[in-house]
């Protein structure tokens, strides 16, 4: 329906005379003349029930319009002459190829969500890709953009028009929160990766006021393989939402020791724990002593900085940091104790998670396939 009224409005910026369309019950559905719109035409029901695709009455032509097996819509157009039965043709036409563009689109998108679910036999990907006019051997990155429910249409209507090629750039919705885009990126465009994250997410913001987030996979070669690269995009929002909860966009290749963590079992986690800290250590710093940590860890273990940024006395924040060596046992102006301390608190955060249930763990180490 929506593909006839976009004919219908583009046909009324060129056609001269009115034209539109009825449906079975004769009401006219979409009209280049706005105001025609709901009224009915007595005179439809002796134009299905004809056995000519052409019909003149009443001052108009009409012409049967069948989508699939049955008609259940009529063209029409007023005026009688040759011209104007050019006219409808050429809209009826229109309208056709309109409709058959709709349906490869969505058999194109249907065709390319089996290949990243891996439902589609790999020896068939480079067929049908030739059938659809995808280039089966081009390099792509998989970008999985997760949005609010109630404003995924919208969303969705964004990202095609800001990828309008096809053929390079191909976006499509999983389900109501979740979109992807494969985009087509050559190795040697590094920076273009980024640089898409930042248009999605600048565009996706101002324009529908939503707040997204957006995993990014590695380089896949083939068409086949931007499933591996789907997976990865899909673990880098769930890593990254352990681990780097104040970043909205998460890639594959910079997740770092969360990467690690997030294929340990939980039992070896708990072990690790034990040993770093003993019992309530690490519950037994407070909030301002973990800025402290965070914030000097951010700074790369530089004092001077960490006190500058804390608004803290040097000596005030050797206190802290002696405060925390009581405490844990270790000394965090020390690199190999620093990293101990950096990697046993990501542990601890990811079992929190777990144990909170706000997201479901990995049952195999499937993104190594």
Known sequence: MEEIRKCIKEAGKIFSNVAGVLDYDGS?????????????????????????????????????????????????????????????????????AALK????????????????????LPGDIP???????????????????????????????IMQSMFPDNKVDHVFAMDEETIVLLSEIGRDEADKISSTAKIIQDNLNSESMTKIRIGIGMYADTLKDTAKSYREAALALTVGSIFETESCVMRYDRLGLGRLI?????????????????????ESLDNETLLTIQKFFE????????????????????????KVQKITGLDLRNFDD???????????????????GTYKPSAGKWWNN
């Open 28 to 96: 006219v559905i979409a009209c280049t003349d706005e105001k025609r719109e709901g009224i009915e035409d007595p005179s439809v029901r002796a134009v299905f029930m004809s056995d000519e695709k052409m019909s003149i009455t009443s001052g108009r032509t009409y012409m049967k319009l069948a989508i699939g097996d049955k008609t259940n819509y009529v063209c029409f157009i007023d005026g009688t002459d040759a011209v104007s039965r050019t006219y409808l043709e050429l809209l009826v036409n229109w309208i056709y």
């Open 101 to 120: 563009e709709r349906n490869t689109d969505a058999e194109r998108e249907s065709f390319l969500k089996k290949v990243i679910l891996e439902n589609e």
């Open 127 to 157: 067929l049908k890709a030739r059938e659809f006019k995808i280039p089966y051997a081009a390099t792509r990155v998989a970008f999985i953009v997760k949005v609010d429910q109630s404003e995924s249409l919208d969303c969705i209507e």
């Open 262 to 282: 997030y294929q340990l079992p939980s039992t070896l986690c708990n072990m690790f724990l034990d040993e770093v800290f003993t019992k309530g250590a690490y």
């Open 299 to 322: 700074n790369n273990l530089n004092g001077s900085e960490t006190s500058r940024q804390l608004f803290v006395h040097r000596n005030t924040l050797v206190y802290r940091l002696d």
């Open 338 to 356: 620093a990293v101990l301390f950096k990697l046993a608190s990501m542990v601890r955060r990811y079992l929190e998670k777990q144990e909170k």
